[in-house]
Each structure stands twice: as C-alpha cells, then as structure tokens.
C-alpha cells in the first residue's frame, strides 16, 4: 500500500530528524515531478509544513548562514519545480505518532496508516544502514592502519637515509677534510 521513493543517508556530516524530514519532502516532490504526477505532499513536521506552504507562496530560498540551508534550498527548488508544473497544490499538516484504534475517518485512518509506514520504512532503513556503516568503518579501519603503516615505513626510510647521509660526510670529513665544505 505504502512504498518508500527513497532510502538512505543524508547529504552533509549532521544527520537530524529534521534534515531527514526536509530530505523526504524533498525526494517526494522530485519524484512527483519525475513522474508527472500531481501531489500533495503529507509532513507530520511543522518547519517542513511552514517552509513549504511559506514556498508555494513565493517565499524566497534561506540564504547560507540559516541552519539546513542546503536542504531548504533543495526543498525551495523541488516545490518551484512542481508549483511550475500544477504537480503541488497543497502540504498538508498531519498529526504523529496517533493510535489509530483512536480514529474514525476513512480518510484520517489513511493518512495515519501513511505516518505509521513512513516510520516503520525509516526504522528497516536505519537497521540496513547500521550494517552498512559497520562495513564502512571497518573499510575505513584498514586503510587508516594500512596508511598508518606506510607512513611509519616512510619515516624509518628517511631516517635510514639521513643516517647515510651524516654517515657518508664523515667518511668524506674523515678521508679528506678539504671535501667537507663541498658536500
């Protein structure tokens, strides 16, 4: 019933709650856009709902001192992109984290059923990622001991050869003390 468009890690070092929700916006809109298709983009986040709605209207992108601002450019940019087209009338505002044994509405069912899968697609992604990241530590892992290594061989080199080097001018100095200046 529900399908996730997207899945994986966030663009940038800082990987919050709310980079995740601005990403999905995001992704959504893009692939409405992609598919020509109308949407109506459902946020249970409240910057994303404000930001969003605030875009529609005209609002201009943040500039790069505000915080995410690579994200709301992108928002700013995917939500032009479908206004242009007709693809995005409307963000609608949908309440989180809803027993939905509490509601009524078919419609209102729906929408939480959506939130609740949303959710569960961010947690299986969280365990496929946690795998991965594990194999990408351990990757990093080798090559730093593997790097750290090569640097050590590099230094003793250097010693070795500095050594063979004060070790050839005293030979000189020893030999013929006229050559000592020249080397």
């Known amino acids: 019933e529900f399908q996730p468009v997207a899945s994986g890690l ?14 999905a916006a995001v ?7 992609l598919q020509g298709k109308k949407i109506y983009l459902w946020t249970d986040n409240k910057h994303v709902f404000e930001k ?15 915080s995410n601002h690579d994200l709301w450019n992108a928002l700013h940019r995917a939500i032009q992109a479908a206004s242009s087209q007709g693809l995005l009338p409307q963000v609608v505002k949908v309440v ?18 959506g939130n609740h899968a949303a959710d569960r697609h961010v947690n299986e ?9 594990a194999r990408a530590l351990h990757s990093a892992q080798t090559s730093y001991s593997k790097r750290h290594e090569a640097c050590v061989a590099v230094h003793k080199f250097f010693i ?7 070790s050839y001018k005293q030979d000189i100095r020893e030999k013929d003390d006229s050559k000592w200046e020249e080397v």
């Not at 663009?11 to 601005?22: D, K």
């Not at 070795?160 to 004060?166: D, I, S």
């Open 52 to 66: 969003s709605n605030a875009y529609i209207k005209g609002a201009t992108a943040p500039g790069p001192k505000q």
């Open 27 to 33: 992704e959504a809109i893009r692939f409405a856009v």
């Open 160 to 166: 070795v050869m500095g050594q063979r080097a004060l």
């Open 96 to 113: 989180s984290h809803v027993d939905i044994q509490q509601i009524d509405g078919i419609v209102d069912c729906w929408v939480i059923r």
């Open 125 to 133: 992604a969280l365990e496929r990622m946690q795998a991965h990241l």
């Open 10 to 23: 966030l663009p940038g070092l800082l990987h919050t709650p709310l980079r995740a929700e601005i990403k």
